[in-house]
Each structure stands twice: as structure tokens, then as C-alpha cells.
């Protein structure tokens, strides 16, 4: 971005390869080519057409002015006339095929950008915030899309123009196109260096648009937080200060290219002033007529308006050239997790799950998120994952689904590696429930059956009844049809995991991967989900993340993650007698009195403050 300085913001020189990110369009220019050919061939028409008209009027003019020649007014005003109507048919079409194929190249990109972003991984989102895509997905395409379009066809026209004009001034009078001609090269030159120049303020005015974009999404998406804490004043004086800037970028832009309005129609106003000097003393000493003056006056004008034009023809590529680096830095991100599927895979999942020797390491980390895990977890059998936070539990889940890049013969299902299935029937048959509840703003039905909407109502009712659900909805006006609004904001925390919890169940996946679901409810509600939970799947492999004893001690085996290591691992009572942190951690959580004891030593102790985190957490 543009540096500032104590006197404003520095200029940045452009230089031809900021331009040059145009080339990446040249899909787009292949895929309509035949649609571009018509409009820069109808353009063409239209420019022959408009060439004829001065030489019809120059005979009409010489039949007036010349007594030696008959009047001849009648059949050029006719010529005219057809030519004229003829013209704007052309145009009309030939412009309409042109606002066609702009429509068309947004809609291409913008899918294309949709497309790429859905299968990006925390990288990605990591890099690009979801304001500064949407201000590329909506701002630059728009800023493309003209450039696809007319941009091209109007550089293509701009040459055949100015060669056309120069072409039937010398036909006309070859001295004096000589002159007119002359300062021309310089001002397009000029033009196109002034143009060139603008590619920094362009880019800087799209980035300060995102920024303005991603700080009110943000912003709306966290209304409830900024409204709890009173900060309103505050958001409102800091969107101030970016929506300012913005308008410092927008006006820099505007008013460089303002001076580049400006500063062509002066340059070209040498052409016309020698024309009527040069030119009125040809006709003066009948060297030209009156009529080929006239004629030669609408060439001038043909050539030079085109010229006086250039400059803000090539500012539309230089906003383009912007847009376009910034919409192919999100489509050349390389994608974290690629599909590599074997050719034969089991037309039947079981559920056995192994972990050998995991590690992963985040980008940008001190020492391995995940480091030498190993675990085999057969088929049917429930596993509860307790751990400090931070100590690898999410990490562990996301490796079996891939949000994670996980490293091949790591992770295995059936005896397959996870990197040998197609993601999306790895994730389809090991069905993950992420910890940040989520639902869209629609109805609860289609939130529920939001990977198969045919699914019958039978099969959500059960999924609900076992998420602990069911009686909210049968509390709720409309039932399963009540719309849950943005973000799902409409119902209580509990509800929206139960509601997360039951469109997870629907699908009855062999694997199921619970990341801490029942943080939000109470006692009574979680045993009512264990139980449905028991029922729904005593067949089928269950892994759930959890930071209470209560709900893990209805596992089949208990392990405890503690940096990166499988530190202890178990069942309920084996965990108990072995008085490490589990033990420690049901200590805490319980009202017993053989436990009181125990429970005030360690909450006294300053030292085992993740212990004491991890009961608050339950307790909040």
C-alpha cells in the first residue's frame, strides 16, 4: 500500500508489468472471442459509416459554393440520412452485444471466485478476510468486466479510427494533414504515461475499499458483543477514520484523473487551431474548397477525438490492471488440501479409526500442535478427548475430515489413508461438528436437512430428539418451518448446539466427531443428548471433545491430550485411580464430600491454574 509521509501520501511510479496483469483475462477474451469479433467488426461498420458522411457533405458544400457546378444537396442529404439510421442500428447492437459479454465475464469470474474460495482452507482465510473478498468479488469483477468488454473494443476502434481519419485527410489535402498530424504522437504519449501512473492510486483506493468493506462486516457480525460492552461511540469513530481514508484514496484517484481530463483536450487543441489557420489560407488561395475544408474540419475531428480520449480508454485498463492483481491473488492461492483418491475403495465404512504417529504442526508455531499421536479406535466404540485448552483436541478431529493439510499414512479409516478418499465422501462418511455452532438464516427444516433437503420429517424428529431438541421445537409457533435468522440468532447458545448437534446426527455417518457440543447446555440437557446419543449410535464410532467428567465418563475409553501427547488414556475409573489430571479435573467439577477435600487443595494451588480453566469453562 502507498506509504504517507508528513505532506500526504508518496506517489508510487507504475511501470508496464502493473498493466500486464491484464494477460490473465485472456481466458475470458478466448471464451468470447467470436462474440468480441461481431462487436469489434460492427464497430468497424460504424466507423466506415461515419467516414462517408464528410465527403457527402463536402459535395453538397462544393455544389453550393462552386456556381460552375450544378447544385447537388438532395441525394447527399439522402446518403446521409440512411447512413445515419443504418449507423444507429449497428451501434445499438453492437453495444448491446458488448454490455452482454461484460455481464457475462462478471458472472464467469465471480463463480469462479465462489468456486475457489469453497474449498480453501485456514490458510487461505487466514491471508484474505471476508470483507476484503467480498470487496474483490464485488468492486474489482466490476472494474474487470469493462475492460473485457469495451476496453478492448474501444482501443481496437481507437486505432481503425485514427487511420480512417488520417487516411481521408491526405486523400484531401496531404500538406495539411502533415501538420495536423504532428502534435498527435506526443499527446498520446503523454496520455499514456499519465494513464500508467494512475495504477497505484486505482489499487490503493480498491485495498481501502476492502478495508471499509471488512471493517462493517465485522462489525455487524459482532453488534451484539459492541452493544453489550457499550462501544458504539467507539466502532462509529473508528469507522470514521477508515471510511475517511477511503475518501482520501477515492479523491486522490478522481483528481488525477480529472488532471488527465484536463490536460488532453488542451494538448489537443493544437490540431484544430492549425486547421483554421493553415487550412483557411489553402481555401483562400484555392488550393482546397470550402467543402474539403468542411470534410477535412470532420476528420480533424474524427482523429482527434479519439486521441483527446486515450487517456481515459487506458485509465478503464489501468483500474482494470488493479482489480485484476487483486482478484488473481485469491485465485492463484494454491489449495491446501487436494484430492488424491485411490480407484477402489470400500463400498461399506465400518468406522475403525488409527492414528499413527501424528504430527502437525500450524504454520507459524513454537513446537507441534499434534506430535506422535497414536490411537486405535475400533468400530462402534465411543472415545471421550479431555485436555487443556490449546492442547491439540480440534487439531486431532479436523486431521480425520482434512480441514487440515494431514500428513499422508497418519490417519486411517477402515485401513485407508484419509488422503486416498475424495474429501467430499471423507466427509460424508465421518461427519464433523465443529465447536462454533452455526446456522444459516432460513428455517430450522432446511438447517437440518441442509446436505439433503428430501431427508422425511421422520428422520428429524429422531435427530432432534436424540440432539435434545425436540421439545424447543414443539415450544416454537411454526415448528420446524421457524426461521432462526442471521447466524442463527433467534435462539439461545444451547439451542443452536443442539440444533448443530441434530443436523449432525441426521446424516448417520459411520464416524462422528463431536469438538466440544455441549458446552452451552446444562446437566440435565446433556445426559438427555448422552443417552440419545447411546441410542442412535451404539454401532457406529463416536468421538467427542469435552471439558467435563460428566460427559466423558459415559465413554468407552477416555483419553487426555496434554501438549500434543496422548498424556493419559483409559476408562472412567481407571483414570480416577490413576490421580493425574483427570483425576484432578473430576475433582474440581465434583460436589462430593470424599472429594472436598481434594477439590480446595487444588483450587488453592496457584500453580495448576489449567485445571482450575478448564472448571470454569464448564462452570461458564
Known sequence: MTSFTATGPRRERSSFKDIAHLKNLGVYFRRYALVLSISIIGMLVANIMSAIVPLLMKTGIDSLADPEIEPDIIMPAIAIAV??????????????????????????????????????GAAFFTRFSTGDLMSRTINDISMIRMVVSFGWVNIISFFFTVGTGIYFMATLSPS?????????????????????????????????????????????????????????????KRFSAISTHYA???????????????????????????????????????????????????????????????????SMFTAAAAGTQRIFEVLDFEQEIKDSPIADLPTRTAGHLAFRNLTFSHPGAARPTIDGVSVDIKAGETIAILGRIGAGKSTLLRAVVRLIDTPRDTVFIDGIDVCDYPVQELRRIATMIPQDPFLFSTTLRENLTYDDP???????????????????????????????????????????????????????APILLLDDCFSAVDTETEDRILSGLARLRNDKTTVLISHRVSTARHADRILVIDNGHIAESGTHDELIELGGYYADLAAVQSDQDEDRARKSRLLSNLDDSDVIEQAVEVTS
Open 83 to 120: 447512413i445515419v439510421i443504418v449507423r444507429f442500428f449497428v451501434f445499438v447492437v453492437t453495444r448491446r452485444i458488448m454490455r452482454r459479454v461484460s455481464i457475462a465475464v462478471a458472472y464467469d469470474l465471480r463463480k469462479r471466485m465462489f468456486n475457489h474460495i469453497q474449498y480453501q
Open 176 to 236: 495539411l494533414t502533415a501538420w495536423v498530424v504532428l502534435p498527435l504522437p506526443f499527446v498520446a504519449v503523454i496520455g499514456f504515461m499519465m494513464a500508467r501512473a494512475m495504477f497505484p492510486y486505482y489499487r490503493d483506493q480498491q485495498e481501502a475499499m476492502a478495508a471499509v468493506t471488512e471493517f462493517t462486516q465485522e462489525n455487524l457480525n459482532g453488534i451484539r458483543t459492541i452493544q453489550a460492552m457499550a462501544q458504539e461511540e467507539q466502532e462509529i
Open 248 to 314: 482520501q484514496m477515492v479523491y486522490r484517484a478522481t483528481r488525477f484523473n480529472a488532471w488527465l481530463g484536463l490536460v488532453m483536450p488542451v494538448l489537443t487543441s493544437a490540431s484544430p487551431v492549425i486547421i483554421i489557420f493553415y487550412g483557411g489560407q489553402l481555401v483562400l488561395s484555392g488550393e482546397i474548397t470550402i467543402g474539403t475544408f468542411t470534410a477535412f474540419f470532420s476528420y480533424m475531428m474524427m482523429v482527434v477525438w479519439p486521441v483527446r480520449m486515450i487517456g481515459m480508454s487506458l
Open 454 to 508: 428430501g431427508r422425511d420429517d421422520a428422520e428429524l424428529w429422531d435427530a432432534a430428539d436424540a440432539a435434545g431438541l425436540a421439545s424447543t421445537v414443539h415450544e416454537m409457533t411454526h415448528g420446524l418451518d421457524t426461521i432462526v435468522g442471521e447466524r442463527g440468532q433467534t435462539l439461545s447458545g444451547g439451542q443452536k448446539q443442539r440444533a448443530t448437534l441434530a443436523r449432525g446426527l441426521v446424516r448417520n
